[in-house]
C-alpha cells in the first residue's frame, strides 16, 4: 500500500478494510472524511473497488502539487546549507536560517511542511516560524507525487458530510460501502483546537442519518465502548468491532476503533 505523512493510524487499517471490502464483494466506496482518504486510495490503486469517491473538506490535495514543489526547494536549500537529518533538535544557526524561509512561505502550506520541520507533538496546533525546529522524517517526495497521481485519477469534491452523502445517496446500491471517520466524539481527549471536532451530538446526527440510507458503513472512533454504546442506542445488529492501541507519547496510548456496520438495503 502507499501512503503520506499525513494519514496517521488509518493506514494501520488498511488490511482490515481491504479484507472488508473483498470478503462482501463492495465496488464502491464513499469516504465522507477525507483527510488524506488513505484507505479510499489504496482500494482504488489496487483495483479493488471500480469507484472511489472521496470528500476533501480541506481541499488538502488542492495544494499539494505546490506543497510538494515548497517541500523540496526547501529541503533541498536544508542540504546546501549542512543540515542532516536527525531526531535532534535544530542548533540555533541553523533554527535561525529555516524559521527564516518558513517565514517567507505561506501559511497555509506550514501544516503540510510540519511533518519534516516541526516536533510531532505541535503539529496538530495551530503553528507559527518558531515551531520549525527539526529536520527528520522522509525528506523525499516521490512516495508523495505517486500518492497523489492516484488521488487525481479519483473523484473528489469539497463540501459538508451531510451534502456529501446527500448528494451521492442516488448511487448507492448493495455494492456500495461508505467510511466514517468523522472527528472523534471523545476529542477533548485529543492535542487539537477542539472546534474542529464533532463531539456527541454532531456524532449521533451522522448515525441517524446514514442509518435511514441504509447502506453499509465502516465507522471510526475512539473508544471502543463508546462505539458500541451508540450503534446499540440506533438499534444497529448485524456490526463487528476491532480495537487497536495507537502510541500517542511514548508513555500514552489510545484506543482506535473500526466498526464495521451491516445495514443494508432491504
Not at 493510524?9 to 464513499?30: L, P, T
Not at 472511489?52 to 490535495?61: E, K, S, T
Not at 446526527?205 to 447502506?215: G, R, T
Not at 471510526?220 to 476491532?242: A, C, H, T, W
Amino acid at each position: 500500500m502507499i501512503s503520506i505523512p499525513f494519514s496517521g493510524s488509518k493506514r494501520n487499517r488498511y488490511k482490515e478494510v481491504k479484507q472488508i471490502v473483498q470478503d462482501q464483494g463492495y465496488k464502491k466506496v464513499y469516504e465522507a472524511f477525507g483527510g488524506s482518504a488513505v484507505l479510499s486510495v489504496n482500494l482504488f490503486r489496487e483495483g479493488i473497488v471500480e469507484r472511489a469517491v472521496i470528500n476533501d473538506y480541506d481541499r488538502l490535495f488542492d495544494l499539494y502539487p505546490d506543497y510538494l514543489d515548497i517541500k523540496d526547494n526547501l529541503i533541498k536549500k536544508c542540504l546546501e546549507a549542512g543540515f542532516i537529518k536527525s531526531n535532534k533538535r535544530l542548533n540555533d544557526t541553523q533554527r535561525e536560517y529555516l524559521q527564516s524561509m518558513i517565514a517567507t512561505i505561506d501559511e497555509k502550506y506550514w501544516r503540510l511542511l510540519a511533518n519534516n520541520f516541526v516536533f510531532s507533538g505541535k503539529q496538530t496546533g495551530t503553528l507559527k516560524p518558531s515551531d520549525f525546529t527539526y529536520f527528520h522524517n522522509d525528506i523525499t517526495t516521490e512516495k508523495q507525487r505517486e500518492y497523489l497521481q492516484t488521488v487525481q485519477q479519483m473523484e473528489r469534491v469539497s463540501m459538508d458530510y451531510k451534502e456529501f452523502l446527500t448528494e451521492h445517496y442516488k448511487d448507492f446500491d448493495d455494492t456500495t460501502i461508505i467510511i466514517l471517520d468523522p472527528p472523534y466524539m471523545n476529542s477533548t481527549q485529543k492535542a487539537y483546537d477542539n472546534r474542529y471536532f464533532f463531539g456527541l451530538s454532531a456524532t449521533l446526527k451522522m448515525l441517524q442519518m446514514v442509518k435511514e440510507m441504509q447502506v453499509d458503513f465502516i465507522f471510526f472512533n475512539m473508544i471502543e465502548r463508546d462505539v458500541i454504546e451508540v450503534l446499540k442506542v440506533f438499534g444497529f445488529q448485524d456490526f463487528k468491532v476491532s480495537t487497536r492501541r495507537i502510541t500517542q507519547t511514548s508513555t500514552s496510548s489510545r484506543e482506535d476503533c473500526l466498526a464495521y456496520v451491516r445495514n443494508q438495503f432491504s
